[in-house]
């Protein structure tokens, strides 16, 4: 199950109290006061681990409490500090406080770490009060309480290209097709119900992550479809590739059906509006080359596309131009190597 939202409260462990006592040695006839400290108390760590790829683990569980520090001891010895408690949650996860939502951390690469919420000091043992005036102290400090947070995760996947489209734009075959990702595929709209990430391997050194984000329709900024629930997720990406179905079998128009696509990313968010967009054509393999060359240029015109912004021709169904479409992914999100070919001819 997919889950990219949860609630929990954090707590941190208290600090122990120090301790009241005296030394009684045979040969020390006077003694004095001999209390440890109380021991520190454990903090909340968060830290992203990429071998786990949802929140799933927080719905059930909602408090989280790391432990407390050890009351001091006799013979002037610390308690033991209470251990950390170390929450693992997904890269890209984004912590916000509940109260305040304010955002506290955002856990994207792999490995972060963070201390959410502190552990409480220890108290002072009766050592510590010893004075001229007050040589057999009979108090210590108590612990100081650790720190408590209720907190609001929200997960936003990471990947390179998100693929967005209508529902059946073909983009779960696509994702099939062009990496190890086994993505639910049927002929009715909404298959896929959560997103999909998939790692395409160019060659042996070039690798890129896809996110395949469930359809979107009309209204999906303000919540209709699943649009609203995972557009959040296309954010993370460093582009877009946007798949048009070229032969609909609704009898829509490709261009449109575009436009509304784009318009729906721009209301939720302009700065997603503005990420790199590659146009890919799928299901060109139900088109003969006539109708496929009227079909295309006709899109082109409508949406007034140049010569920078070449249309890739693919049918996700049959591999047709998915090779293509990496190359361009790759070239996309680093402009400044032309060709991976290039590069190892210069080597």
Same mark, same amino acid.
């Given at each position: ?10 707590? %941190? ?11 009684? #040695? ?24 990429? !071998? ?9 569980? $909602? ?22 408690? &170390? ?22 690469? !792999? ?22 005036? !007050?040589?057999?102290?009979? /108090? ?13 995760? @929200? ?50 050194? +070039? ?9 979107? &329709? @009309?209204? %999906? *900024? ?10 959040? $997720?296309?954010? +993370? ?9 070229? %032969? ?17 990313? *721009? ?5 997603? *509006?503005?990420?790199?967009?590659? &146009? %890919? ?9 006539? #109708? ?8 082109? +015109? ?5 010569? /920078? ?14 090779? #293509? ?12 190597? #032309? ?9």
């Amino acid at each position: 199950m997919f889950i990219d939202e949860a609630e929990i409260t954090v707590q %941190a462990g208290n600090g122990g109290p120090g301790c009241v006592s005296f030394r009684r #040695e045979k040969y020390i006839p006077k003694g004095g006061p001999a209390g440890g400290d109380g021991g520190r108390g454990g903090d909340v760590v968060m830290v992203a681990d990429e !071998n786990i790829n949802t929140l799933f683990d927080f719905s059930g569980q $909602h408090h989280w409490n790391a432990q407390s520090g050890e009351p001091g001891r006799g013979k002037q010895q610390y308690g033991l500090t209470g251990q950390d408690l &170390i929450i693992r949650v997904p890269p890209g996860t984004l912590v916000y406080d509940h109260a305040t939502h304010e955002l506290v951390v955002d856990l994207s690469p !792999n490995g972060a770490k963070f201390v959410i919420a502190k552990g409480g000091k220890g108290g002072f043992g009766n050592e510590h009060y010893k004075s001229p005036t !007050n040589q057999a102290p009979k /108090s210590a400090g108590p612990g100081e309480p650790g720190e408590r947070r209720r907190l609001k995760l @929200e997960l936003k996947l990471i990947a390179d290209i998100g693929i967005v489209g209508l529902p059946n734009a073909g983009k779960s075959t696509l994702l099939s097709a062009i990496s190890d990702a086994k993505p639910k595929i049927a002929n009715y709209p909404f298959t896929t119900l959560a997103p999909q990430l998939g790692i395409a391997a160019l060659d042996g050194q +070039r690798r890129l992550v896809f996110a395949d984000i469930p359809g979107l &329709i @009309e209204g %999906a *900024a303000e919540g209709a479809g699943l649009g609203h629930e995972f557009l959040r $997720h296309v954010e +993370r990406t460093k582009a877009i590739v946007h798949l048009v179905d070229i %032969a609909p079998n609704d009898g829509s128009d490709p261009a449109e059906n575009y436009r509304m696509i784009r318009g729906e990313l *721009a209301k939720y968010s302009l700065v997603l *509006a503005e990420k790199p967009e590659i &146009i %890919a054509l799928n299901k060109v393999d139900l088109l003969d080359a006539e #109708e496929l060359a009227e079909r295309a240029g006709a899109f082109s +015109r409508t949406l007034k596309l140049g010569h /920078s912004e070449p249309l890739v021709m693919l049918s996700a169904a049959t591999g047709q131009g998915t090779r #293509e479409l990496l190359e361009r992914a790759w070239t996309t999100l680093r402009p400044k190597v #032309e060709s991976w070919k290039a590069v190892e001819g210069t080597a």
